[in-house]
């Protein structure tokens, strides 16, 4: 098959191009690469980059920390939107990689335009797979972030010192895309990628924390709940915000192939990993 993949530059992109030539797949980026097809979220959608592929995998988040970050939101829904009623027209099986961000019940902007970007790709038949943090390559945006916070002598706000976070390695993800492609995919359903091992926030930020002991000052749940209300209700994509649990099916069986986290990257081997990149290893 020949694969189209957005977003190939990032990370998860380079693990899926190199996962899929290894299942003998040739692969095509879609981006603002030199070697890559035109595409470009913030642009309208040319046909001519579908032509002869068999299939995309779309990973592409538009992240500008110059415009306003709902700004930034709508022009994702938007362009996936174009690319998944292009790829319907054309009989292009798709593949969607959403985030876990979308599963929360007090969902973020971002949670909630990964949420609209789901509901888009179930409206044209296509399978869209949440990934909760992402490693096994480099440090991802949010994990270095929360590396920042972690050289802080006291971090705040948390909910609780023991919210919990999902997490995926790199490969199972690209393996899942892949194969969901492989497998002809395309049901209008929602399956969760993440590890049933989840680590807690304090886990996370000791393995990441500079030599001095960091403190975590837990708010009231009841004031961030109703803080996060507001954003959420407030929001410029709260009238287009959908239940993530009714699109969720985490059924094998639906979906064709087998999404059950693999053993050997479970939280253990997600912490290990994490301490590589602590400020005490690199201080």
Request: proline share 6%; aromatic share 6%.
């Amino acid at each position: 098959m020949k694969i189209g993949v957005t977003g190939i530059s990032s990370q998860v992109g380079q693990a899926v191009r190199a996962h899929a030539i290894a299942e003998g797949h040739a692969v095509e980026g879609l981006g603002r690469g030199l070697e890559q097809r035109p595409f470009d979220v913030r642009q309208p959608l040319d046909l001519k980059v579908l032509f002869d592929l068999d299939a995309v995998i779309h990973l592409a988040w538009f992240r500008d920390p110059s415009m306003p970050h709902d700004s930034t939101l709508d022009v994702n829904v938007v362009a996936s939107r174009s690319l998944f009623l292009a790829c319907a027209d054309l009989g292009i099986p798709l593949v969607f990689l959403s985030s876990s961000s979308a599963s929360q019940p007090m969902k973020s902007r971002y949670g909630a335009a990964k949420v609209a970007v789901e509901a888009a790709a179930a409206e044209s038949g296509f399978v869209s797979l949440r990934a909760g943090l992402i490693w096994g390559g480099g440090l991802s945006p949010i994990l270095r972030a929360l590396r920042t916070l972690a050289t802080l002598p006291v971090v705040l706000p948390l909910p609780t010192p023991e919210m919990t976070l999902d997490h995926n390695h790199q490969s199972h993800v690209a393996c899942s895309l892949v194969s969901a492609i492989e497998k002809s995919v395309k049901n209008g359903k929602v399956s969760s990628l993440a590890s049933p091992e989840f680590v807690s926030s304090t886990e996370v930020l000791e393995a990441l924390r500079f030599p001095r002991r960091t403190l975590q000052i837990p708010v009231p749940g009841r004031f961030v709940a109703k803080t996060a209300r507001i954003v959420r209700d407030r929001g410029p994509l709260a009238a287009s915000r959908l239940d993530s649990v009714a699109l969720l099916d985490t059924s094998a069986d639906d979906l064709s192939f087998d999404p059950h986290y693999p053993e050997g990257w479970g939280r253990e081997q997600f912490l290990d990993w994490l301490n590589t990149f602590g400020c005490k290893k690199s201080a």
